[in-house]
T-cell receptor, first 110, second 114 residues
Framework: KQEVTQIPAALSVPEGENLVLNCSFT??????LQWFRQDPGKGLTSLLL?????REQTSGRLNASLDKSSGRSTLYIAASQPGDSATYLC?????????FGAGTILRVKS | AAGVIQSPRHLIKEKRETATLKCYPI?????VYWYQQGPGQDPQFLIS???????DKGSIPDRFSAQQFSDYHSELNMSSLELGDSALYFC?????????????FGPGTRLTVT
């Protein structure tokens, strides 16, 4: 059974700081990995998708990496802004379904 | 670009009532997934359909049923509602079941059972 863990559970940083969110998984037999953003009570916004054959993906200030052998992914956010405050979820495509981590609640203070 | 549409966006029901949630996938997408996100929890996979056939099943209660129609929209039917069914229900769609295809999520339906 696939288990996904996200560390830290919550993070508070001052504006402008670079930060890293971590995601680990127990079974490396994944097809892809997605990072999502969720604002309180809102839907899921897909940020980045990394195929299992890829090592990283970049979009603007976001960079996500994937190391299947060690069962880890990181989401790097550069020059954080108060608008980045949200919950960040990683999800693995395992079989035909996405298995989500519990998320990291990020607060960027102005 | 067109996105996944879910209706209604909010729904309030009483215990033991029935609810129907609808999902309209992105045009040309033939695969639909349903997820349930309880308060303070991560989304949990319920069920998926590919070309109108059920393709995978997760932790979906027997009180729930779902189907995908000829126009590829899907409906999640929930009967004998319980307080614990209060959650955000997401629908996602993709083009095929190939692993390279991204799942695109709708805005969700917030179900409150009182």
């Amino acid at each position: 059974k696939q288990e996904v863990t996200q560390i830290p559970a919550a993070l508070s940083v001052p504006e402008g700081e670079n930060l890293v969110l971590n995601c680990s998984f127990t079974d490396s037999a994944i097809y892809n990995l997605q990072w999502f953003r969720q604002d309180p009570g809102k839907g899921l916004t897909s940020l980045l998708l990394i195929q299992s054959s890829q090592r990283e993906q970049t979009s603007g200030r976001l960079n996500a990496s994937l190391d299947k052998s060690s069962g880890r992914s990181t989401l790097y956010i550069a020059a954080s802004q108060p608008g980045d405050s949200a919950t960040y979820l990683c999800a693995l495509l395992y079989g035909n379904k996405l298995v989500f981590g519990a998320g990291t609640i990020l607060r960027v203070k102005s | 670009a067109a996105g996944v549409i879910q209706s209604p966006r909010h729904l309030i029901k009483e215990k033991r009532e029935t609810a129907t949630l609808k999902c309209y996938p992105i045009p040309r997408h033939d695969t639909v997934y349903w997820y349930q996100q309880g308060p303070g929890q991560d989304p949990q996979f319920l069920i998926s359909f590919y070309e109108k056939m059920q393709s995978d099943k997760g932790s979906i209660p027997d009180r729930f049923s779902a189907q995908q129609f000829s126009d590829y929209h899907s409906e999640l039917n929930m009967s004998s509602l319980e307080l614990g069914d209060s959650a955000l229900y997401f629908c996602a769609s993709s083009l095929g079941r190939d692993s390279s295809y991204e799942q695109y999520f709708g805005p969700g339906t917030r179900l409150t059972v009182t």
